[in-house]
Each structure stands twice: as structure tokens, then as C-alpha cells.
């Protein structure tokens, strides 16, 4: 099985991505929440503020979870990489064409 690192990078950025695209909708959401408190003053933007500070905070988690996963996808890049070329230098000193 081979490694193909670009295609795990491509991954890798496009969570990025994903992430960058969740804090925008964060960026949205409180946007939103400030508009609501500047034309509303009543009871119900206190249910409607609470809404929306539970979407934000969803939208936390997933920008935590999708930055985590993308971090792990590299840790575990680097690992296989790293044992994969272990594991050629090995094969090359057994064939007995190595240093000796």
C-alpha cells in the first residue's frame, strides 16, 4: 500500500476549509444576534438570543472537531511516512546492499 501524501494534504486542507467555512457561519450567527438586539426589545428575543447562542455553540464544537480531525490526519501522514521509510532503509540493509 502506498502513501500518497498530496491526496492526504488535499484532505487535510479541505477540512481547514470546512473549518474556515464554519467560523464564518459563527461570524454570521453573531452578527445576527447583535442585529436582533439593536431592533428588538421584547421577550422573545431572550428565546430567540438563547437559539442562537446554541447554534453558536455548535458551531464551536464543529470548528474544534473538524481542526482536530485535520491535525490527526497530518500526525498520522507524518507516522506512515516516517515508518514507511523505516521500513525501505530495513529491506535495503537485508537485500545486503546496505553498509556493509
Known sequence: MSLDAAAVHRQEQELLACAESLRSAKR????LKSGVHQA?????????????????AELDQEIRRTEQLAEE????CTRL??????????L???DGEGLF
Open 73 to 76: 490526519i497530518s500526525t498520522a
Open 40 to 56: 428588538w426589545r421584547s421577550e422573545e428575543t431572550a428565546y430567540l438570543s438563547a437559539a442562537i447562542d446554541k447554534v453558536i
Open 28 to 31: 454570521k450567527a453573531e452578527l
Open 92 to 94: 535495503f540493509l537485508e
Open 81 to 90: 511516512r516516517v515508518e514507511a521509510e523505516l521500513l525501505r532503509e530495513d
